[in-house]
């Protein structure tokens, strides 16, 4: 059962940025860690982000130092603050989480929510 949100996707010059929004519906926000997630087309999806329970937060090697993930207890919402994008960040990002660390590090979800499209124009 998905119980994630994205939003904030959309399209792009290269060099600017995008907010993406990952709400949580369920009762376990505090506990859990989030991932981010993006599948460009024809590739396999790969982590672009991931930040635990207690907000310690480890970046894929495409993150390159641009993005930068964060949680807001109070909203139950995670966000990816991508900036320099650049045209090979266009795929079609995800969010999920788990209470597992492992789980969301090696993105052995079950199910996956429809992702954010963001589109990154040279």
């Known amino acids: 059962q998905v119980q994630v949100a994205e939003s904030g996707g959309g399209l792009v010059q290269a060099g600017g940025s995008l907010r993406l929004s990952c709400a949580y519906s369920g009762n376990t926000f505090d506990d859990n860690a989030f991932g981010w997630y993006r599948q460009a087309p024809g590739t396999q999806r790969e982590m672009v982000a991931f930040i635990s329970s207690g907000g310690t937060t480890h970046y894929g090697n495409s993150a390159g130092g641009r993005f930068t993930i964060s949680r807001d207890g109070a909203k139950n919402t995670v966000f990816l603050q991508m900036n320099n994008l650049k045209p090979e960040d266009t795929g079609v990002y995800y969010c999920?989480?788990?209470?597992?660390?492992?789980?969301?590090?090696?993105?052995?979800?079950?199910?996956w929510g429809p992702g954010t499209q963001v589109t990154v124009s040279s």
């Open positions: 999920n989480t788990d209470f597992l660390i492992a789980t969301v590090f090696d993105a052995k979800f079950t199910s």
